[in-house]
């Protein structure tokens, strides 16, 4: 019997679960205890290494305070091909980052915009833009 390979959709599910789990300050062992499983299989499961049952995504979701269909938003449409200047899902992968969130949030809190730009046009220049 040849062995299954894993399924790119499972992956995904998992960099979602991520991404959610970063933004809502949750540790793997957090969401482990709030789901019933151990952290090691909350990185599996992030990691797309195992996959995620129906009944246990739905109860991500329900921890998580999303829809289930958030986790397959998507899917039905055709691959994005990366390019140069738009790289796939680079917004979403950025999330999935602890100092991206850590980024966002002391961003948010900058009151004046003239500071806020000049940060915005720093930080294109490092990026090459």
């Known amino acids: 019997m040849a062995q299954r390979g ?3 959709r ?15 300050g949750l540790s793997q062992t957090e969401l482990g205890a709030l789901i019933d499983v151990t952290f090691q299989q909350v990185q599996k499961y992030e ?3 195992n996959r995620i049952s129906a009944g246990r995504l739905q109860r991500i979701a329900e ?6 269909s958030f986790f397959f938003a998507g899917f039905d449409e055709k691959p994005k091909v990366a390019s140069a200047s738009q790289p796939v899902d680079v917004e979403f992968s950025f999330l999935q980052t602890e100092g991206a969130l850590r980024l966002a ?8 915009p003239s500071v806020r730009l000049q940060l915005l046009r720093l930080t294109e220049a490092i990026a090459g833009e």
């Open 6 to 8: 894993g399924d790119p």
């Open 10 to 24: 499972d992956a995904e599910i998992g960099k979602r679960v991520r991404t959610l789990r970063l933004q809502r």
């Open 47 to 49: 990691k797309g290494t």
């Open 63 to 68: 921890v998580m305070s999303v829809p289930v």
């Open 105 to 112: 949030r002391a961003y948010a809190r900058i009151k004046q």
